[in-house]
């Protein structure tokens, strides 16, 4: 069965100290890797999508990167409207869905 | 604004009761689906459609019922409300799963079954 780990759970930063939130993955073959960011009441904003180890993406103070059995979602000097939950799924071979991992809130205090 | 379009944004069922929750795109996406999202559960897929007259199951199906007459419209019933149901929930759709495009998740509809 697909599994999708985030750690941690919950990750308080002051703003400008830089971290790394982790997604561990256990699939049978992966075909992508999705990054989504959720604000409280409302739904997932899609950040990034990566295909195979070693492929990175950047967008503003965010990086995404991926091994063969995890991701990093590395934020760089924070600001407080960084604070939102992350979430990691994953897309998987002959699958028609997304599996998503529990999700990692953030927050960023000024 | 082009998206996701889902209504209503909050209600109150009582136990029994059944309803339809609406979700609509205006981006000609072929795939859209149903999540619910619980604390500490994540978002677990409900149902799932990869285009017109076609749907299917996810991991949390039961009590649940769809249909896609159209490529615009994929709408949620909940048969006989039960608290268990008690949720948010979000439809999401995409161009093509299969050629990993990201979701566009709509805003969500929050229910309260009591």
């Known amino acids: 069965e697909d599994q999708v780990t985030q750690s941690p759970e919950a990750l308080r930063l002051q703003e400008g100290e830089s971290s790394s939130l982790n997604c561990s993955y256990t699939?049978?073959?992966?075909?992508?890797l999705f990054w989504y960011r959720q604000d409280p009441g409302k739904g997932p904003e899609f950040l990034f999508t990566?295909?195979?180890a070693g492929e990175e993406k950047e967008k503003e103070r965010l990086k995404a990167t991926l091994t063969k059995k995890e991701s990093f979602l590395h934020i760089t000097a924070p600001k407080p409207e960084d604070s939102a939950t992350y979430l990691c799924?994953?897309?998987?071979?002959?699958?028609?869905?997304?599996?998503f991992g529990q999700g990692t809130r953030l927050t960023i205090n000024p | 604004n082009a998206g996701v379009t889902q209504t209503p944004k909050f209600q109150v069922l009582k136990t029994g009761q059944s309803m339809t929750l609406q979700c609509a795109q205006d981006?000609?996406?072929?795939?859209m689906s149903w999540y619910r999202q619980d604390p500490g559960m994540g978002l677990r897929l409900i149902h799932y459609s990869v285009g017109a007259g076609i749907t299917d199951q996810g991991e949390v199906p039961n009590g649940y019922n769809v249909s896609r007459s159209t490529t615009e419209d994929f709408p949620l019933r909940l048969l006989s409300a039960a608290p268990s149901q008690t949720s948010v929930y979000f439809c999401?759709?995409?161009?093509?799963?299969?050629?990993?495009?990201?979701?566009?998740f709509g805003s969500g509809t929050r229910l309260t079954v009591v």
């Open positions: 990566l295909y195979s």
């Open positions: 799924a994953v897309h998987t071979q002959g699958a028609q869905k997304l599996v």
């Open positions: 699939v049978s073959g992966l075909r992508g």
């Open positions: 999401a759709s995409s161009y093509s799963l299969q050629r990993n495009y990201g979701y566009t």
């Open positions: 981006m000609n996406h072929e795939y």
